[in-house]
């Protein structure tokens, strides 16, 4: 291993690099000194990577002219500064190190913090950059709803997080469009639940968004009013969640074929149709319903 810097082994911080000289480490020894010292020899390594050329011979006396990439190399060192927030007992002093060495400066360093460690302890500056909240989004999309309104209302931005988590639709600030809505139906983890509900009535009045919706889940059936005497949106929904046709109009209700394709997906949905389709005996097969049992329900 080759020593970069000048100083002796006990100093708390030392660059070095693998036998190919191109793997930049930062090492923190257990025997401690100022942070005076610490800074000076971080500083010297950083600096003296951005155009240094180390000649060296192999073992036929053959010249190695070996260049190393200055960001790449910086990359690592920041990696091993960042490695001190793995441990509690180290972060605030990391802290301190990073503010002293003004890395907060600098965008390489902000850019792989937020793929490291949590968003939220970047400096605000940071926090504003959309190339920087898109890292973090793309690593942890639930820190969409943490940005600021103006990137929450960047398309950008927007369907980066949508795509992986299609539940971040309800934190936009922009105008919904229908794109946003299908991406996330189709998302890595599908709009769900109160997401469901929450979109169609932003949306009552697109019939494909609706019927993408009970697809996703029958009961949103439950807040698509206008729909639930639509006899197909009526049965996709039961063919995903055979509940779901407690939400069913009246006249669907006592819609045999309707409440047979309910009863076959879930069972319990028997218990949530009306008392003529009850006592239907293909809907009480269906069911597991004897006719000595259905008199007692």
Not at 158 to 178: H, P, Q, S
Not at 194 to 223: E, F, H, P, T
Not at 257 to 271: G, R
């Amino acid at each position: 291993m080759k020593i970069l810097n000048r100083y002796e082994a006990w100093w708390p911080v030392r660059i070095v690099l693998d036998e190919n000289y191109s793997t930049p480490q930062l090492f923190k020894k257990q025997i401690g000194n100022s942070d005076k010292d610490e800074i000076r020899v971080v500083k010297e390594c950083i600096v003296r990577m951005q155009n240094e050329q180390i000649h060296e011979k192999d073992e036929n006396g053959w010249l190695l002219d070996i260049k190393r990439n200055m960001t790449k190399s910086r990359i690592h060192i920041y990696e091993q500064i960042l490695n001190g927030f793995t441990n509690i007992n180290q972060k605030q002093r990391t802290t301190e190190l990073i503010k002293k060495l003004n890395l907060w400066e600098n965008r390489d360093f902000a850019s792989l913090f937020v793929v490291k460690r949590d968003f939220t302890d970047l400096p605000f500056k940071w926090q504003q950059e959309k190339e920087i909240a898109l890292i973090a989004i793309r690593r942890e999309p639930s820190t969409f709803q943490l940005l600021s309104r103006e990137l929450r209302m960047d398309k950008e931005v927007i369907m980066t997080a949508v795509k992986l988590n299609g539940d971040l639709l309800r934190y936009v600030c922009a105008t919904i469009e229908r794109e946003m809505v299908f991406t996330a139906f189709s998302a890595l983890i599908p709009i769900k639940y109160c997401g469901l509900y929450w979109i169609i009535g932003k949306m009552a009045d697109d019939r494909d968004i609706v019927m993408a919706a009970v697809k996703s889940d029958g009961q949103a059936l439950k807040n698509a009013y206008e729909y639930q005497n639509d006899r197909e949106i009526v049965t996709t929904a039961v063919q995903h969640n055979g509940c779901a046709i407690q939400y069913a109009s009246f006249e669907l209700q006592l819609d045999t074929e309707i409440v047979l394709t309910a009863v076959k997906q879930n069972p319990d949905a028997y218990f949530l149709a009306t008392f003529e389709c009850q006592t239907d005996p293909e809907i009480m097969e269906a069911a597991g319903i004897t006719e000595d049992m259905g008199i007692l329900f």
